[in-house]
């Protein structure tokens, strides 16, 4: 039997028991203040009325209105018919349609009708919440669904309270603070990242719009501002590393900015820069279709609300070429995009959502995008989720079936962290060069280091008419006997009909535009067309299709590949001089330090390890 030398395992097992540890108390101490003995603190006076009602940015659909003026509610792929009953008697569906019913944004919908009806259904089912739910349930006081709800009720109050009598508007004022008193005593006691800096929102907001708060402004404010300090990197990223969250926090942030112009403040230094950083974001992950590229928890993209969001950005700067921060790179040339993940994993507390897809790119012709991830599924498709965050569910170079990063499956740990990233690449690097030819990305990590010996370089090299993209895949280090087989994926985006050619050695695809691109790779390597998954919160998950190279490290470690696209002046093919100018600005750039020492050796009980803490996705 060998032994498999795994560097840091102990050192892992015993960071993890830390962090669970730490997760754990913060969990009990929630739990105590949210306990019968400790409830009765969260009543006391309430406001006597409410001075501004901050803007709400998220769009409205009217056919949704008249669905819950009917007492249809459709949530999470979930529909509950309740029109002679209050829904918030039922018992819910899913856990996602709970939420989503407790958490109340969907009043904006009913706001957009703006007629008396639609005033009436919102006042009562707010009335119906308070009666039912308003004392506690534990899913409706969920932290993230009273930080929600909140927001919803401080935005929508005016239609909540337009032609209300004075009982309740004393009840709703009531609950509402008593809502914000709860959350102002557990908000230091929540899980890092957006669910804290949610609260902290929320906290922020009802400060501003409930009279006699002002003892509690300050405390806010600075709450606020160190949230935003500590997540906000200074590209204008998250340090959980997702897309998405930077468009649910502006999608919160910004009204709360014009909260403070309302009242007359000047928002908070932290606030406008936290703005001024991630307002370029936006536009950095957006494809030619407007679309978010699908990275760490990015799925399906609200078209609307990116619009919404952009209309309030005044610089209109270009993107930057590297978010070397988030750890993310962009190359643009003619009508094509090129996305990348050049990044590690995020903190372990903050890595729920992440994904193994580190050197994974995206790439769009115009208004329409080539080359995806798969993406991440919404709430209620909770099966899909662990499926999404894998190696093999990215454009990228995977070794041994097994994800660049490792998922805590462990149902003890698992059940104060969640599913996060325990180990993954730790040294990630990438540089974007200018030459004659084009832009060229050169990136490598090492997340393959510790088991298997093998560090991932790839290199991207996007012609200066936007028309051909080459690449070039490699696995430097020594490879190990029977564990050396590798899968290099493109996932073709479902817009896109691909078709294996004659020969078997070159793949084209067809654009809903006319347009077509021909996939070539290194002569004699084994190119599969298989079936993949796109998944989108808008349109469900749907079935498309991916080019698989497949090949042997010990046999061939470096692969070259391309897209052109046909009908153009077509570029020479990537020749072995590229190859080798290629390679040696890798070991240039790379040179500086060695990414392992040891030569790992696997062994069957390799497995144990992941046994106890987790496995690979």
């Given at each position: 039997?060998?032994?498999?030398?795994v560097?840091?395992?102990?050192a892992?097992?015993f960071?993890?028991?830390?962090?669970?540890?730490r997760?754990?108390?913060q969990?009990?101490k929630r739990?105590?203040?949210?306990?019968?003995?400790y409830?009765?603190?969260?009543?006391?006076?309430?406001?006597?009325?409410?001075?501004?009602?901050?803007?709400?940015?998220?769009?409205a659909?009217?056919?949704i209105a008249s669905?819950?003026?009917?007492?249809?509610?459709v949530?999470?792929?979930?529909?509950?018919?309740?029109?002679?009953?209050?829904?918030?008697?039922?018992?819910?569906p899913?856990?996602?349609?709970?939420?989503e019913?407790?958490?109340?944004?969907w009043?904006?919908?009913l706001?957009?009708?703006d007629?008396p009806?639609a005033?009436?259904?919102a006042?009562e089912l707010v009335e119906?919440?308070i009666?039912?739910?308003?004392?506690?349930?534990?899913?409706?006081?969920?932290?993230d669904?009273t930080?929600?709800?909140?927001?919803?009720w401080l935005?929508?109050?005016?239609?909540?309270?337009q032609?209300?009598d004075?009982?309740?508007?004393?009840?709703?004022?009531?609950s509402?603070?008593?809502?914000?008193?709860y959350?102002?005593?557990?908000?230091?006691?929540l899980?890092p990242?957006m669910?804290?800096?949610?609260?902290?929102?929320?906290l922020?907001a009802?400060?501003?719009?409930?009279s006699?708060q002002?003892?509690?402004?300050r405390t806010?404010?600075?709450r606020l501002?160190e949230e935003?300090?500590?997540q906000?990197?200074?590209?204008?990223?998250h340090?959980?590393r997702?897309?998405?969250?930077?468009?649910?926090?502006l999608?919160?942030?910004?009204?709360?900015?014009q909260?403070?112009?309302?009242?007359?403040l000047?928002?908070?230094?932290?606030?406008?820069t936290a703005?001024?950083?991630m307002?370029?974001?936006?536009r950095?992950?957006r494809?030619?279709?407007?679309a978010?590229?699908?990275f760490?928890g990015?799925g399906?993209?609200?078209?609307d609300l990116i619009?919404?969001l952009?209309?309030?950005?005044d610089?209109?700067?270009k993107?930057v070429?590297?978010?070397?921060?988030?750890g993310?790179?962009?190359?643009?040339?003619?009508?094509?995009?090129?996305i990348?993940?050049?990044?590690?994993?995020p903190p372990?507390?903050?890595?729920?959502?992440?994904?193994a897809?580190t050197?994974?790119?995206e790439?769009?012709s115009g208004?329409?995008?080539?080359?995806?991830?798969c993406?991440a599924?919404?709430?209620h498709l909770?099966d899909?989720h662990q499926?999404?965050?894998?190696?093999?569910a990215?454009?990228?170079l995977g070794?041994?079936?097994?994800s660049?990063?490792r998922?805590l499956?462990?149902s003890?740990?698992?059940?104060?962290?969640?599913?996060v990233v325990?180990?993954?690449?730790e040294?990630v690097r990438?540089t974007?060069?200018?030459n004659?030819?084009?832009?060229?990305?050169?990136?490598?990590h090492?997340?393959y280091?510790?088991?298997?010996?093998?560090v991932?370089?790839?290199?991207l090299i996007?012609?200066?008419d936007?028309k051909?993209?080459?690449?070039?895949d490699?696995?430097?280090?020594r490879?190990i006997?029977?564990?050396d087989?590798?899968?290099i994926?493109?996932?073709?985006?479902?817009?896109?009909?691909?078709?294996m050619?004659?020969?078997?050695?070159s793949?084209f695809l067809s654009?809903?535009?006319?347009?077509a691109w021909?996939?070539e790779?290194?002569?004699?390597?084994?190119i599969?067309?298989e079936e993949?998954?796109?998944?989108?919160?808008?349109?469900?998950h749907?079935?498309?299709?991916?080019?698989?190279?497949?090949?042997n490290?010990?046999?061939?470690?470096s692969?070259?590949?391309?897209?052109?696209?046909s009908?153009?002046?077509?570029?020479?093919?990537l020749?072995?001089?590229?190859?080798e100018?290629a390679?040696?600005?890798?070991?240039?750039?790379?040179?500086?330090?060695p990414?392992?020492?040891?030569?790992?050796?696997?062994?069957?009980?390799?497995?144990?390890?992941d046994?106890v803490v987790?496995?690979?996705a």
């Amino acid at each position: 039997m060998v032994e498999v030398r795994v560097p840091g395992v102990f050192a892992g097992r015993f960071r993890l028991s830390g962090v669970v540890l730490r997760a754990a108390v913060q969990s009990y101490k929630r739990s105590f203040h949210s306990s019968s003995l400790y409830r009765w603190r969260y009543g006391g006076p309430a406001p006597e009325r409410l001075l501004i009602a901050p803007p709400d940015v998220r769009t409205a659909d009217p056919t949704i209105a008249s669905e819950l003026i009917d007492g249809t509610f459709v949530f999470a792929g979930e529909v509950v018919d309740a029109p002679n009953y209050s829904p918030f008697e039922v018992i819910p569906p899913t856990l996602a349609w709970g939420r989503e019913i407790n958490g109340f944004s969907w009043l904006r919908h009913l706001k957009a009708t703006d007629n008396p009806a639609a005033r009436q259904v919102a006042r009562e089912l707010v009335e119906d919440w308070i009666e039912i739910h308003g004392r506690w349930d534990d899913l409706a006081w969920e932290h993230d669904v009273t930080s929600t709800r909140i927001l919803a009720w401080l935005a929508q109050s005016p239609l909540i309270l337009q032609g209300s009598d004075h009982e309740f508007y004393s009840t709703f004022l009531k609950s509402l603070n008593r809502q914000v008193r709860y959350l102002r005593r557990i908000v230091n006691e929540l899980p890092p990242g957006m669910p804290r800096l949610k609260a902290s929102i929320a906290l922020a907001a009802a400060t501003l719009s409930m009279s006699g708060q002002k003892r509690y402004s300050r405390t806010s404010a600075r709450r606020l501002d160190e949230e935003l300090n500590a997540q906000i990197l200074p590209d204008g990223g998250h340090i959980s590393r997702s897309p998405a969250v930077i468009i649910d926090i502006l999608t919160d942030l910004l009204p709360l900015r014009q909260a403070f112009t309302a009242r007359g403040l000047e928002p908070t230094k932290a606030i406008m820069t936290a703005i001024d950083r991630m307002m370029p974001m936006l536009r950095f992950f957006r494809h030619g279709d407007g679309a978010f590229a699908h990275f760490n928890g990015m799925g399906g993209t609200k078209s609307d609300l990116i619009a919404t969001l952009l209309a309030y950005d005044d610089a209109r700067g270009k993107p930057v070429l590297q978010a070397k921060h988030t750890g993310y790179s962009r190359m643009e040339a003619g009508s094509t995009i090129l996305i990348a993940d050049t990044g590690g994993t995020p903190p372990m507390r903050l890595s729920e959502k992440a994904h193994a897809g580190t050197l994974s790119f995206e790439f769009s012709s115009g208004r329409q995008r080539i080359i995806t991830n798969c993406g991440a599924p919404s709430a209620h498709l909770a099966d899909w989720h662990q499926m999404t965050r894998s190696t093999a569910a990215h454009s990228t170079l995977g070794l041994n079936d097994t994800s660049s990063a490792r998922f805590l499956t462990d149902s003890s740990a698992e059940k104060w962290l969640g599913p996060v990233v325990i180990s993954g690449p730790e040294d990630v690097r990438s540089t974007i060069y200018e030459n004659e030819r084009g832009h060229e990305l050169v990136m490598s990590h090492d997340g393959y280091a510790a088991l298997f010996g093998l560090v991932h370089e790839r290199t991207l090299i996007l012609e200066q008419d936007g028309k051909s993209l080459f690449g070039v895949d490699t696995l430097s280090g020594r490879p190990i006997e029977g564990y050396d087989e590798f899968a290099i994926r493109f996932h073709i985006h479902p817009g896109v009909s691909a078709n294996m050619t004659s020969s078997g050695e070159s793949v084209f695809l067809s654009l809903p535009n006319g347009d077509a691109w021909e996939f070539e790779a290194t002569p004699g390597v084994d190119i599969a067309l298989e079936e993949s998954i796109y998944m989108s919160e808008t349109f469900g998950h749907r079935r498309s299709e991916q080019i698989v190279i497949y090949g042997n490290a010990g046999k061939m470690n470096s692969v070259t590949w391309s897209f052109v696209q046909s009908g153009s002046a077509r570029s020479r093919p990537l020749s072995e001089v590229d190859l080798e100018e290629a390679m040696r600005l890798e070991e240039e750039n790379y040179a500086a330090e060695p990414h392992f020492v040891d030569e790992p050796e696997p062994d069957d009980d390799a497995e144990s390890d992941d046994e106890v803490v987790g496995k690979d996705a």
